[in-house]
């Protein structure tokens, strides 16, 4: 078990290298823009290009799990290799995965992903709560024993998201507000800032729902999906210090020059640390 809290780690991380979330996405398209097969091997090169340009002075890394499945075992393989690099070179992991499922099959998601000694241990995992936020109890369980944290899907940027998250349920408030809530609960007792946060898409323009979870606030949509840093004080106004902003393409693309990542990166921190008074 990890005497350090996630939420108190992704701080100290975030005070130190700034708030940036690098995204890597090392879709198709991509990968063709840096002139790499859509191969495994076009994956490993394209991701550990990344890490060994970045991973000593961004802060945080958020690797999306899919594009790394497709290529299966190969792939899995090089999002272990990858993951453990980050955490060495002292970066925080969140894996986006966003798993959700009830009792063991959830239990065995959290073992995967959060526990100390799993094969793809992360500081922390991206969940759905669609199944009711008890189902992810067990994640719960296992990232307080660890010392990792969660991403619970709240308030989604995509144009389908607030057919369910705006939903009212029979308890008064909507779907996101309950999620919410629920994270409020478990961070009740944080010193600092808790471990249990919510993905709320930096383009959503603006919500009624409150954001003051004492708990981070992962904000993806930013650069070429049209978030801008400016903009995140609309979207999450007080809350607005607890925010990880989350970038891919805008970064990614700048590659494959190991120059042209770290500009960019060096770039988009600036322009974050400024706006979340960092």
């Known amino acids: 078990m990890s005497n350090e809290t996630f939420g108190a780690r992704l701080r100290r991380v975030m005070d130190e290298r700034g708030p940036l979330c690098v995204g890597i996405d090392p879709h198709q398209h991509l990968l063709d823009q840096w002139g790499l097969p859509d191969t495994a091997d076009g994956l490993?090169?394209?991701?550990?290009?990344?890490?060994?340009?970045l991973a000593d002075r961004v802060g945080v890394f958020k690797p999306q799990s899919a594009f790394f499945e497709r290529f299966g075992s190969a792939g899995i393989a090089v999002l272990e290799q990858a993951t453990r690099r980050l955490r060495d070179a002292g970066a925080v992991v969140i894996m986006d995965a966003?798993?959700?499922?009830?009792?063991?099959?959830?239990?065995?998601?959290?073992?995967?992903?959060l526990a100390e000694k799993g094969p793809l241990a992360s500081d922390a995992l991206t969940v759905s709560p669609y199944l009711g936020f008890g189902s992810l109890q067990p994640a719960i369980d296992e990232a307080r024993v660890s010392g990792s944290g969660l991403f619970v899907l709240a308030l989604t940027s995509n144009p389908e998201g607030p057919q369910f998250q705006s939903a009212v349920t029979v308890a008064g408030p909507t779907v996101a507000g309950?999620?919410?809530?629920?994270?409020?609960?478990?961070?009740?007792?944080a010193e600092g800032l808790g471990s249990f946060g919510a993905v709320?898409?930096?383009?959503?323009?603006?919500?009624?729902e409150d954001l003051d979870i004492n708990g981070p606030l992962?904000?993806?949509?930013?650069?070429?999906?049209?978030?801008?840093?400016?903009?995140?004080?609309?979207?999450?106004?007080?809350?607005?210090?607890?925010?990880?902003?989350?970038?891919s393409r805008?970064?990614?693309?700048?590659g494959p020059d190991a120059a042209g990542l770290q500009a960019a990166a060096d770039r988009a921190n600036d322009a974050y640390r400024?706006?979340?008074g960092y």
């Not at 709320?200 to 009624?208: E, R």
């Not at 992962?218 to 049209?226: I, K, R």
């Not at 210090?241 to 989350?246: E, L, W």
């Not at 805008?250 to 700048?254: K, N, P, R, S, V």
């Open 218 to 247: 992962l904000a993806p949509g930013l650069g070429a999906q049209g978030g801008t840093a400016e903009g995140l004080e609309a979207v999450f106004g007080a809350a607005v210090r607890n925010v990880v902003p989350s970038s």
């Open 44 to 53: 490993a090169s394209f991701t550990y290009a990344v890490v060994d340009a």
């Open 98 to 113: 966003k798993r959700g499922d009830i009792g063991t099959t959830m239990a065995g998601y959290a073992a995967a992903y």
């Open 274 to 276: 400024t706006v979340l």
């Open 250 to 254: 805008e970064i990614l693309g700048a």
């Open 178 to 189: 309950a999620v919410l809530d629920g994270l409020r609960e478990l961070n009740a007792d």
């Open 200 to 208: 709320v898409g930096a383009t959503i323009s603006s919500t009624d």
